[in-house]
């Protein structure tokens, strides 16, 4: 017994202006209209919520069912960061598996400001987001520039490389109608680009966007009582978080644990994201058809590639230069345009990356297509340790 | 030496900067920030922590700069000089402390080299610790 996807859809992502609602409800009746399904078959909606919209948005899976019109379904809420829309998405698909429903529905949707991300406003002393801003300036830039870094120095990583891996993942973008960015872009383009954290620059770095993505989950056997014909599979969901001690310095923290009680855990952080998912689909690495990572920035990409198993650590800078994770490669990676393409809309990004899954795995990804996918794996990572991996399947 | 930053993390000693953590007295882990309550260690049920002074010397994990003015809370400097961070790692701890780096750009460190605790003011005012030359 699985859970599966009956419907995908997405607001397309971009500076619109206008409120995360109106975005949030165009992507849940193209779900719908994906699905063959009327809102008032939904049995169970879940809302991710945003930070940055006020009360309707710490309450998203109210203000989506008010905005669709008051349907009497069962409800939820949840925040979890980047991993809101994989959180939102476990619920909706434990509810099915225990039995207490057969059509759920999954929306996530952000009107974002320009600009770096900042904390919740007011003076927070008591809050790690807001300290690390108000003591070391410390953005979500400078954290991914640690690592880009860290890969320079450990792999021999260059510029040039995390400058290919915008080049590929526009390249994507630039064939998928919902993408923020939807022009191909030259490796001397992002080298051009002013520095924001050094060794990243701007283009190294994905932007804030408004956005929206839903889903329309059904049981197996609902989604044959309906007629669909080969419903995409959700094999997993994971949702761990560290293992103490977490060595590699997370978002928001000052520090990482600290390793002199304790040796450091087997798997990374993120690489254990990605296994707790493969345990729970019985699949691994050589499975995949193909995976949507967090591009945060471009070098976040190549530590995602190692950390899902691809290729060892420190090695996939080789396999973005043989060409094997781009499009009509041999494990494509991003094949939506990632993060790179779309800029983050943060409830919406893990819930947009499981609608790529569906597209994909349909067959029916357009000219991004990828021949024969079968397997494919969305990973991301929310703050403060919410893990987020997705399998889906034909 | 205006009140710092925050208290409770670091202190200056006779001119010295430290940063202060704590230390279950159970298994011994190093918590920086310092903790209250409980250990984070999940096998251990310690609930005695001890002040404990870091490491004043470390190696560079990574380092970045910001080469804009970071957004509020935090109050950049006029004009705008980008801000180094490095991530340092301290060995007996077994612990990465990011922090502001002193008078060093990013040209002039690498990942490996040994820095140094200090401390220095923020654009208005409040010290804080940052790492600096040995
Ligand atoms: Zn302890």
Known sequence: ?394 | MDAPVIDGWFTVDGGTAHLLGTRCADCRTVCFPPRTGFCPNPRCAGENLAETRLSRRGTVWSYTNACYPPPTPFVAAEPYTPVTLAAVELAEEGIVVLGQVKDLTVEELHVGMELELTWGPLADGPPVWMWGRP
Request: hydrophobic share 45%.
């Open chain 1, 1 to 394: 017994m699985s859970a599966v996807v009956l419907g995908a859809g997405m607001h397309p992502w971009g500076k619109w202006g206008r409120p995360f609602t109106e975005y949030g409800v165009a992507a849940a009746r193209a779900a719908l209209r994906d699905a063959d399904l009327a809102w008032t078959d939904v049995q169970y909606v879940v809302g991710a919520g945003t930070i940055r919209n006020g009360y309707p948005g710490f309450v998203a899976g109210a203000t989506f069912a008010q905005a669709m019109g008051w349907s009497g379904a069962r409800i939820a809420s949840c925040y979890a960061a980047c991993a809101s829309g994989a959180q939102a998405l476990d619920i909706a698909r434990t509810r099915i598996l225990a039995g207490l429903c057969d059509v759920a529905m999954v929306v996530g949707a952000d009107s974002t400001p320009k600009g770096f991300f900042k904390p919740v406003g007011g003076d927070r002393p008591d809050d790690p987001d807001w300290l690390r801003f108000r003591l070391l300036g410390a953005t979500n830039p400078a954290y991914f520039a640690l690592y880009a870094r860290r890969r320079m120095a450990l792999y021999g990583d260059t510029a040039e490389d995390f400058a290919a891996v915008k080049v590929k993942n526009a390249l994507a973008g630039s064939l998928n109608d919902n993408a923020r960015y939807r022009r191909t872009v030259t490796a001397g383009q992002v080298l051009d680009s002013p520095m924001v954290a050094d060794p990243l620059r701007l283009m190294d770095i994905c932007a804030t966007s408004d956005g929206a993505a839903a889903l329309v989950l059904a049981s197996e056997d609902f989604a044959r009582r309906h007629g669909a014909r080969g419903p995409v599979r959700l094999a997993a969901v994971s949702t761990v978080t560290p293992s103490f001690p977490d060595t590699v310095l997370g978002l928001p923290d000052f520090a990482t644990d600290s390793t002199a009680a304790v040796p450091p855990p087997e798997r990374t952080f993120r690489a254990s994201i990605a296994h707790a998912a493969y345990e729970e689909a019985g699949l691994g690495p050589g499975d995949l058809s193909f995976a949507e990572v967090y591009d945060l920035s471009t070098a976040l990409e190549l530590d995602w590639v190692e950390e899902i198993g691809l290729c060892p650590p420190g090695e996939a800078g080789k396999l973005l230069r043989a060409g094997d994770t781009s499009l009509g490669g041999r494990i494509p990676v991003n094949p939506s345009g990632g993060l790179a393409s779309f800029g983050e809309a943060v409830p919406a990004q893990a819930i947009a990356q499981v609608c790529e899954l569906t597209w994909q795995l349909r067959g029916r990804a357009g000219s991004r297509q990828i021949t024969g996918a079968r397997v494919g794996l969305a990973a991301n990572q929310g703050l403060f340790g919410h893990g987020s991996a997705i399998i889906a399947t034909t």
